[in-house]
């Protein structure tokens, strides 16, 4: 269990890096990037959307994209120092 | 002599001044805490930042309480139940972020009200109705004593394991230490020296250096969140 948690803010740091990289990525693509289950990406992508962390853009073709959004950015600016708070408290 | 006779005659206004100084230092570690959670939504984070709330609270109740107890309102006597029940809810909150991955699988829970923090909002109820049935603090002396020993015991631990790579977790362990110094002599001076005053200035300061040593390390590793601290 000690590692699960960090895991999830692993997890979500690296799809959102996936996405700040790509600046506008497709949700298949994203799928194989983040290397999760389809089960467990929906999750994710979800809690990401709810949160305002990306969003979904849906241009002229009706092709679907996700793109940080300006709570994502101050996550990934933050990672570290979040990361830093847990381990030093023991949290 | 002079300084101790102008400490007991400013007794209350010593007490507000440092009831209000603890509020303000726990506010800041709230609000840096609260807004780390909001952006993770780690639970740890969330206990942690629930602990401090706790601890603001009390002492913003202290601080009513010093004011109306001197003035003899019948109030002081709920205000003593619920200073002591946030006292007792802050330390059950702290110890529950170091331990909190043994028992929670969902973070989808309530922080404030789920099974787990019902027994404590129970056991710190009782405690506190306890203490003022009998016109005591000992029951919560006793319950906050057990607590700072097992989060000493665990912080001792984390120190131990990752002291290498978290510099904070030492000084984590000697802030924990020093409340349960605090607790250990609020017990004896009200046993042993009858809430002798300069007794009870010496906790005072240890307490406050606990809660000062805490906004340090906030302080400290929000700024230097991009290096290792």
Request: hydrophobic share 40%.
């Given at each position: 269990m000690a590692t699960k948690k960090r895991e999830r803010l692993d997890v979500i740091r690296d799809i959102l890096n996936t996405v700040r990289e790509n600046r506008q990525i497709k949700p298949t693509r994203l799928l194989y990037a983040s290397n999760l289950s389809p089960q467990m990406f929906k999750e994710y992508v979800s809690e990401l959307l709810s949160k305002k962390f990306i969003k979904l853009e849906i241009d002229g073709k009706e092709k679907k994209f996700f793109s940080l959004d300006k709570k994502g950015q101050s996550f990934l600016q933050e990672y570290k120092v979040i990361e830093s708070f847990i381990e030093n408290f023991g949290l | 002599m002079e300084l101790s006779s102008l400490i007991l005659h400013n007794k209350w206004v010593l007490e507000i001044f440092y009831a209000l100084l603890i509020s303000s230092v726990c506010l800041i570690i709230f609000a840096k805490a609260d807004r780390f959670f909001r952006l993770s939504s780690h639970q740890g984070i969330r206990y942690f930042r629930n602990a401090f709330f706790f601890y603001g609270i009390a002492f913003l109740v202290r601080y009513l309480f010093g004011v109306f107890s001197d003035f003899s309102f019948d109030f002081s006597e709920v205000l003593r139940v619920s200073f002591e029940y946030f006292l007792i809810m802050a330390g059950f909150f702290l110890l529950y972020s170091l331990v909190w991955k043994k028992f929670e699988?969902?973070?989808?829970?309530s922080s404030m009200f789920n099974g787990r923090i019902m027994i404590f909002h129970a056991i710190a109820l009782v405690v506190a109705i306890l203490d003022n049935l009998w016109g005591t603090y000992y029951f919560m002396f006793a319950s906050q004593i057990i607590v700072f020993m097992c989060a000493s015991l665990i912080a001792c631990v984390n120190s131990i394991r990752n002291e290498k790579t978290h510099k904070f977790l030492s000084s984590y362990f000697i802030a924990m230490l020093l409340g349960l110094t605090a607790w250990i002599l609020n017990f004896l001076v009200a046993l042993?020296?009858?809430?002798?005053h300069f007794v009870l200035l010496d906790i005072g300061i240890i307490n406050a250096i606990f809660f000062i040593l805490f906004l340090y390390g906030v302080i400290k590793i929000t700024k230097n969140g991009n290096k290792k601290t």
């Open positions: - | 699988f969902s973070e989808k829970d042993f020296f009858n809430w002798r």
